[in-house]
């Protein structure tokens, strides 16, 4: 596996239920992000890891949502009682701790709430 | 706060022809800036970055970006458009202050449409 990998890639959901997206970074990449993408808008950052622990939270990360990496590996994003204002694309990205910065994308989980 | 302007929500260029996609950043220590591209239905894919040192940088399929510290900006820029360099690009800086986080701030997206 030479990318990172996002499951599931489309989700159609009612509102008011809970929906949950994996992450699944490149091997060696220690630290993960959660970006969420409007149309017509560039990504917003919304959560990031190193290894297992969460170290930083946009305040577009409301109390619905959470976000868990519990192994240092892949990550979870939960959010619980979807409102329409959720459809969006969510991005996951990794990237190394030393060294380069740049952020390798996954292909995003695209969520309707209906 | 961070943040990055791309004035242009959409750029033509005839095949063959140079373009250039242009971003402004504004940051509170030194900037680290980059150029992702966005295909339809698919993730962002990195294309080249600014940390330091040579104020040209190039990166992948010939696109190279200039960093200007005075204007702030970051433009990108290929000598020779492609049909296939038709996508939506989107700048993003980063503040290489320590204390300033590893989060990345994007831009609105420029889309790029390459005519023949």
């Known amino acids: 596996d030479t990318g990172v990998s996002q499951n599931p890639r489309h989700k159609i959901t009612k509102r008011g239920q809970n929906v949950t997206f994996r992450c699944d970074p490149i091997?060696?990449?220690?630290?993960l992000y959660w970006y969420r993408q409007t149309l017509g808008q560039g990504p917003e950052f919304l959560t990031y890891f190193q290894n297992e622990a969460q170290l930083e939270k946009s305040r577009l990360l409301s109390d619905r949502f959470s976000a868990e990496r519990p192994k240092g590996s892949f990550s979870t994003l939960e959010i619980q009682r979807t409102e329409q204002g959720d459809s969006a694309m969510y991005l996951c990205?990794?990237?190394?701790?030393?060294?380069?910065?740049?952020?390798?994308f996954g292909p995003g989980t695209r969520l309707t709430v209906t | 706060a961070q943040s990055v302007a791309q004035p242009e929500d959409q750029v033509n260029v005839a095949e063959g022809n140079p373009l250039t996609v242009k971003c402004t950043y504004s940051v509170s220590g030194n900037p680290y800036l980059f150029w992702y591209v966005q295909y339809p239905n698919r993730g962002l894919q990195f294309l080249l970055k600014y940390i330091t040192g040579d104020n040209l940088v190039k990166g992948s399929y010939g696109f190279e970006a200039e960093f200007n510290k005075s204007q702030t900006s970051f433009h990108l820029k290929k000598p020779s458009a492609l049909v296939s360099d038709s996508a939506l690009y989107f700048c993003a800086v980063r503040d290489g202050f320590t204390g300033g986080g590893n989060k990345l701030t994007f831009g609105t997206g420029t889309q790029l449409k390459v005519e023949l």
């Open positions: 990205a990794s990237s190394e701790r030393q060294g380069a910065y740049e952020q390798y």
């Open positions: 091997s060696e990449h220690n630290r």
